[in-house]
């Protein structure tokens, strides 16, 4: 869920004089019928999430698309989310890729993503790998895990590009490096094989391991299998490894709102 507070309540907050529900809606409702393109935004993700007053999609929507207008890059962002989702309505993918675009081409990390996937399934727009890819390095290059994954996935199957294992192995790493258990699954299975770099089974295994940790249930079985190539002693300092190691952390990036 992502959420914005207009410039008031954040005043408000930051002088240490909490207003209440209530008294927030009522100054964000106040603020967005005066045309603040921040609080039609606040206002609108308000009704989408039933956050202080009841869930309504039909106002959320007004309220959205009115901030919207005015360049108001989360607006943008939810609308695309409410087509995608059919929320308020049928869902429609060439209303979401249409409000997504606006929203990445602002910057906006998750629309960017979200832009990439609708071109490799061809929802709302044609099918375009070379598309695709493109959001995906933007996303990608704002620390997004998910689109860093599936630039090693495309760079694997050679969609949008030549195949290229050294590619693949270099955006599951830094997938993987951020946490995520997909990235570190194929990285895993990267080792394995020897694809794109040397085979080691060691390292193989500390990757199944840290994705296995995280609900990842293909590495289950391909760490009993690696783990019989192992001895004792390997196995025990990649466990070791596995116990210290902790993702990258990464800052989020600004999007102007």
Same mark, same amino acid.
């Given at each position: 869920?992502?959420?914005?507070?207009?410039?008031?309540?954040?005043?408000? *907050? %930051?002088? #240490?004089?909490?207003?209440?529900? /209530?008294?927030?809606?009522?100054? =964000? !409702?106040? @603020?967005?019928?005066? $045309?603040?393109?921040?609080?039609?935004?606040?206002?609108?993700?308000?009704?989408?999430?039933?956050?202080?007053?009841?869930?309504?999609?039909?106002?959320?929507?007004?309220?959205?698309?009115?901030?919207?207008?005015?360049?108001?890059?989360?607006?943008?962002?939810?609308?695309?989310?409410?087509?995608?989702?059919?929320?308020?309505?049928?869902?429609?993918?060439?209303?979401?890729?249409?409000?997504?675009?606006?929203?990445?081409?602002?910057?906006?990390?998750?629309?960017?993503?979200?832009?990439?996937?609708?071109?490799?399934?061809?929802?709302?727009?044609?099918?375009?790998?070379?598309?695709?890819?493109?959001?995906?390095? *933007? %996303?990608? #290059?704002?620390?997004?895990?998910? /689109?860093?994954?599936?630039?090693? =996935? !495309?760079? @694997?199957?050679?969609? $949008?590009?030549?195949?290229?294992?050294?590619?693949?192995?270099?955006?599951?790493?830094?997938?993987?490096?951020?946490?995520?258990?997909?990235?570190?699954?194929?990285?895993?299975?990267?080792?394995?094989?020897?694809?794109?770099?040397?085979?080691?089974?060691?390292?193989?295994?500390?990757?199944?391991?840290?994705?296995?940790?995280?609900?990842?249930?293909?590495?289950?079985?391909?760490?009993?299998?690696?783990?019989?190539?192992?001895?004792?002693?390997?196995?025990?300092?990649?466990?070791?490894?596995?116990?210290?190691?902790?993702?990258?952390?990464?800052?989020?990036?600004?999007?102007?709102?």
């Amino acid at each position: 869920m992502r959420k914005t507070l207009c410039l008031p309540i954040l005043m408000a *907050l %930051a002088l #240490g004089a909490m207003p209440s529900w /209530a008294d927030q809606v009522a100054e =964000v !409702m106040k @603020l967005a019928v005066q $045309g603040d393109a921040g609080a039609q935004t606040d206002l609108g993700v308000r009704y989408m999430y039933g956050d202080g007053i009841p869930k309504n999609y039909v106002n959320a929507s007004k309220w959205l698309r009115r901030a919207a207008e005015q360049g108001n890059v989360l607006a943008e962002f939810n609308l695309g989310l409410m087509n995608a989702n059919g929320e308020g309505g049928p869902v429609n993918y060439g209303e979401a890729a249409k409000w997504y675009k606006k929203a990445a081409v602002r910057g906006d990390m998750q629309a960017r993503l979200n832009l990439a996937l609708m071109y490799t399934k061809g929802e709302g727009v044609p099918r375009n790998y070379r598309e695709a890819a493109y959001w995906f390095r *933007l %996303a990608a #290059g704002q620390g997004d895990a998910a /689109a860093q994954f599936h630039l090693g =996935v !495309m760079s @694997l199957n050679g969609e $949008g590009a030549e195949q290229s294992y050294t590619d693949a192995e270099e955006w599951f790493r830094k997938a993987a490096l951020l946490g995520d258990p997909a990235a570190q699954y194929h990285l895993g299975l990267l080792y394995l094989g020897g694809h794109g770099v040397p085979e080691d089974h060691q390292a193989a295994y500390l990757w199944f391991v840290l994705a296995a940790q995280q609900g990842n249930e293909a590495s289950l079985s391909l760490m009993d299998q690696v783990e019989s190539e192992l001895t004792k002693e390997q196995i025990a300092a990649v466990q070791q490894r596995a116990a210290e190691w902790r993702p990258v952390k990464t800052s989020k990036p600004k999007t102007r709102s």
